[in-house]
Structures are given as structure tokens and as C-alpha cells.
């Protein structure tokens, strides 16, 4: 996991993934240096986001209704990210990778494309059209990831309402 100092992500999630590389023979580590994240990466998956303190602040002023609170800190974090214009996908940077540009690179879309659709973004048009095909693959996904998420959320026993299904195996209606 790479960030620049500042964007720290939730410590649960930190532990869940320590967790999980232990189990399963791997490693997982944390840094403020992107070259050292990309260096002999098999697959990359750079997304920028704010740092997760202001993800609670913003949740706070939401559930207050401070709007102005709002305009203010999405302005902070604004300039905040305007400090970390280095932290950009691009040829240099796959070049660190184990394959270079054929190294994967993926991102839940979508991207901030560097001169395509905004000034300083988060990755090149190249390294960004060289991934396409598995950039829209990944992403064609996301619809049934967030159904899935949403049925998590609502079924208090997801194999049990599962299987109630199944069990009444009402033929799809095709129009």
C-alpha cells in the first residue's frame, strides 16, 4: 500500500490485509514512496482519494447539514492534492514494474486521465489506453459488485435468502 504521508486509510482495512498475507504466505507493506510501491510490481492499482480524517470530517458535516463546512474542506482537499501532482502513472513509472507497460495496471474507473479529462491527473493517456481492454473488463464488473454489496447490507443471512431463492427457481421472464 502506497500513499503520500497524510492519506492513511482505515486501520481495519490495514489490519485485514496483514492478516490475509500472513495467511496466505504473502507480504504486505505500507509507504510514502510510490517508485518503491511500483518497483517489480506484477500489478498495479493506483486510486486517488482524499486522506480517510477527511472522510470522517466530510461525514460529520453531512450529517450536520453544513453545507459551507463542506465547500470549505472539498476546497482544502483540493489544494491538498494539488501538492502530490507526482504521484502519476506514467511510462516512467511502469518502467519500474516487473513488465513495464504490459505490467496490469487497474483502477476501479473512473480515472483522472492526465490532459483528456483534467489538467494533472492520476494517470497518462498512454499508460491509460494501454490498459483499456482490462481497465473495461475490471470495470464491467462494478455493477454486480455493488448489487452484491447492497444484498450483503440488507439480507441479515445472505445464504439462507440465497438458497430460499433457488429453492423456488422461478423461471427469468424474457420480453
Known amino acids: 500500500l502506497a ?15 496483514e492478516k490475509n498475507a500472513a495467511e496466505s504466505g504473502g507480504s504486505f507493506s505500507v509507504t510514502n514512496d510510490m517508485k518503491e510501491a511500483f ?19 466530510r461525514t460529520d458535516l453531512y450529517g450536520k447539514g453544513d453545507f459551507d463546512g463542506i465547500d470549505k474542506l472539498e476546497k482544502e482537499l483540493l489544494a491538498q492534492n494539488a501538492t502530490h501532482q507526482d504521484w502519476l502513472v ?10 513495464g ?10 480515472a483522472d486521465i492526465q490532459g483528456i479529462s483534467c489538467e494533472h491527473g492520476e494517470v497518462t493517456a498512454e499508460v ?5 481492454d482490462s481497465l473495461y473488463k475490471e ?14 447490507a440488507k439480507v441479515k443471512d445472505p445464504v439462507a435468502a440465497l438458497k430460499k431463492l433457488d429453492e423456488e427457481a422461478n423461471p427469468r421472464r424474457s420480453f
Not at 470495470?139 to 450483503?152: E, G, V
Open 90 to 99: 506514467d511510462d516512467e513509472m511502469m518502467k519500474l514494474t516487473k513488465n
Open 128 to 132: 491509460f489506453d494501454h490498459a483499456r
Open 139 to 152: 470495470a464491467s464488473n462494478k455493477p454486480y459488485i455493488i448489487a452484491a454489496m447492497i444484498f450483503l
Open 3 to 17: 500513499h503520500p504521508e497524510g492519506y492513511e486509510v482505515m486501520e481495519d482495512v490495514v489490519k485485514v490485509a
Open 39 to 57: 518497483k517489480d510490481a506484477d500489478v498495479v492499482y493506483p486510486k486517488s482519494w482524499a486522506p480517510f480524517k477527511a472522510m470522517e470530517i
Open 101 to 110: 507497460l504490459d505490467t496490469l495496471y487497474m483502477h476501479p474507473l473512473p
